[in-house]
């Protein structure tokens, strides 16, 4: 049984789309690299640039290792403070890919909650959804991710701002990001509701919310998989605009936007690198995951077939 299961996955339209595909292939090993090397950062990376006890000033604005003055214990050079700057993006990596997982799952689970409510009540509380939904399409994500945070610092006391800055942000970027996710499943659950199979399900007395999440929920999840491929994207850049504008996450648990914020002081001096490469290795995530993201579009959608 598992042998024939495992038959029919390899011989699946997707698997056999996935292996035509170079470019897909390659954004998928790059996404894989990323998560490996975010997940094992402690292991993989040949320092930690936040152990205090393990700086040496003296390796400050050390250049790449090709570059003349370079070291080989340095690949990709160091920052002002003697901290490997290749070490850093793998321990900066981990929190913008954190950051966009969780945001995206928030902003999932908030939005597909809200479409199977609007689409399957209607009436008033559909147009109410919806009207909120319009409003907010009506702004960039970005300024309702700095309003959430804003309003967070302010109401959050000093001393919790920097203990509590992760889960804000996560919060900011969900806040502004459900709204997708509930045109769609809305609009799915519109085609849905008024099937044979969902009128069975009234007829024999099973509750709104049963029938919502065990009928029309699983019919409704193909659109949902490929917009949460692309918004994680999506979430990783808000994430990094924030963190270079000053609002993200704290110095001490920086991500890719807070290495090319710090690196940013230091380009015209002459050592582009520190913000080079952070940057570097946060468009290549980002278009790693959104190529992924127009493949799974295409694969899953039947009239591109």
Known sequence: ?????????????????????????????????????????????PHNPFDLATLNLGDAMKPPAWVSGGSLAYPFGTDDQGRDVFSAILFGSRISLLVGLLATLLAMVIGVALGLVAGYAGGKLDAFIMRVADVQLSFPAILIALLVDGLARAALPRELQDQLAFYVIVVAIAASGWVRYARTVRGSTLVERNKEYVQAARVIGRHPAAIMFSHVLPNALGPVLVLVTLHIGEAIITEATLSFLGVGVPPTQPSLGTLIRIGNEFLFSGEWWITVFPGAALVALVLAINVLGDWLRDALNPRLR
């Open 1 to 45: 049984m598992a042998r024939e299961r495992l038959k029919r996955y390899l011989d699946s339209d997707l698997l056999y789309s996935f292996r035509r595909r170079p470019g897909v292939i390659l954004s998928a090993a790059i996404c894989i690299a990323f998560f490996v090397g975010a997940v094992f950062a402690p292991w993989v990376a």
